[in-house]
């Protein structure tokens, strides 16, 4: 299955917006590149996966992970070609391989745990659970934020990955993610 992801690489700064189910990761990526006018790259697996529910109202299984993360990765690809000097990245690989060990006791193929210790993001926005959790035929854990959160951040410090816990409302999350990343800018 590696040798099916290839992350193109690129000059551009890769900001990850990354955390838990439901806590503002969408309205924050299309936020943040309106805001540095580029591209974000959406979430590959959640019209997969609602697609999925719709006409099967089946949930997402092992055998769904790589075909969403090779959506992913392919749409990461494709927008880099658009994208201005940063991109947004609304998921990763890294959140697929949280999904899979928090929904599947502890497994993710090797292959995409291998792929996030190789591909490349900058920095990392994880998303933190003081918003209200909101209902979806997709989410499944409005009981276990905390413990989805602590996993989320404790995957990153495995991974030795760059990040700030972003809280607060829309607006203080905003402009945040903008100190931030002007900062990262200004180095680059």
Same mark, same amino acid.
């Given at each position: 299955?590696?040798?099916?992801?290839?992350?193109?690489?690129?000059?551009?700064?890769?900001? +990850?917006?990354?955390? /838990?189910?439901?806590?503002?990761? !969408?309205?924050?990526?299309?936020?943040?590149?309106?805001?540095?006018? !580029?591209?974000?790259?959406?979430?590959?697996?959640?019209?997969?996966?609602? #697609?999925?529910?719709?006409?099967?109202?089946?949930?997402?299984?092992?055998?769904?992970?790589?075909?969403?993360?090779?959506?992913?990765?392919?749409?990461?690809?494709?927008?880099?070609?658009?994208?201005?000097?940063?991109?947004?990245?609304?998921?990763?690989? +890294?959140?697929?391989?949280?999904?899979?060990? !928090?929904?599947?006791?502890?497994?993710?193929?090797?292959?995409?745990?291998?792929?996030?210790?190789?591909?490349?993001?900058?920095?990392? $926005? $994880?998303?933190?659970?003081?918003?209200?959790?909101?209902?979806?035929?997709?989410?499944?854990? /409005?009981?276990?934020?905390?413990?989805?959160?602590?996993?989320?951040?404790?995957?990153?410090?495995?991974?030795?990955?760059?990040?700030?816990?972003?809280?607060? #409302?829309?607006?203080?999350?905003?402009?945040?993610?903008?100190?931030?990343?002007?900062? $990262?800018?200004?180095? !680059?």
């Amino acid at each position: 299955m590696e040798k099916d992801f290839k992350q193109v690489p690129s000059n551009l700064l890769k900001v +990850v917006i990354y955390g /838990p189910e439901s806590t503002g990761k !969408t309205t924050l990526a299309r936020q943040l590149a309106s805001h540095y006018q !580029t591209t974000w790259v959406e979430e590959f697996a959640r019209d997969y996966l609602q #697609n999925k529910w719709d006409q099967k109202k089946e949930v997402c299984s092992r055998a769904d992970l790589p075909i969403i993360v090779a959506g992913q990765i392919q749409s990461e690809n494709e927008a880099i070609i658009k994208a201005k000097q940063i991109l947004i990245c609304d998921t990763n690989i +890294v959140v697929s391989r949280v999904w899979s060990e !928090t929904h599947f006791k502890g497994y993710c193929d090797p292959q995409i745990v291998a792929c996030c210790k190789k591909f490349h993001y900058d920095y990392y $926005l $994880l998303t933190g659970i003081d918003v209200p959790w909101q209902k979806d035929d997709l989410r499944d854990r /409005p009981n276990n934020r905390q413990m989805m959160f602590d996993y989320f951040k404790s995957t990153l410090d495995q991974l030795r990955e760059n990040y700030s816990v972003l809280e607060g #409302n829309q607006d203080q999350r905003l402009r945040k993610a903008i100190a931030i990343i002007d900062k $990262l800018l200004k180095k !680059t």
